[in-house]
Each structure stands twice: as C-alpha cells, then as structure tokens.
C-alpha cells in the first residue's frame, strides 16, 4: 500500500516559507514618506531573508505528500 495524500501544511509543495524579511514585512517594499515607493534592500523587494530560502516542510519533509493512512 502506498497511498498518499497532499500534505496540507505546504500544500503538497514539499516547501514551508518560515522566514520573511523582517525589514519590509515580506512586502518587498517600504513605505517612505517622501518618496512613493522604495524596493525593500534587505530582501531586493522578494520579500523573503536572503539566505534564508523556503524551508522543506517538517511534515512530508519535503515530499509533498504524506502517507494518507498514518496516525496521528
Ligand atoms: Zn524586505
Ligand atoms: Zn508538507
């Protein structure tokens, strides 16, 4: 029996975003008062810790899928 099922905590992607860039809130942007629109330096306007790139899920250690008969 192999039967798997999508995990749910990574949305069958294998791949969890823990981190988010701290200086822009994951916005890629911030807000100035002067000027429109500034592109967040921290993370180049991705949002994400550069470094720090999507996690593999804990869950399916990131396979994706998890076992769909196994315990809780
Ligand atoms: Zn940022
Ligand atoms: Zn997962």
Do not use: H, W
Request: glycine share 16%; aromatic share 2%.
């Amino acid at each position: 029996m192999s039967a798997v099922s999508a995990c749910c905590v990574c949305g069958g992607t294998g791949a969890v975003k823990t981190f988010t860039c701290g200086v822009c809130r994951g916005t890629g942007y911030i807000p100035e008062a002067n000027v429109p629109t500034v592109v967040c330096p921290e993370c180049g306007g991705k949002g994400d810790s550069q470094g720090n790139p999507d996690l593999s899920c804990l869950r399916c250690r990131g396979q994706g899928v998890v076992a769909a008969n196994s315990p809780r």
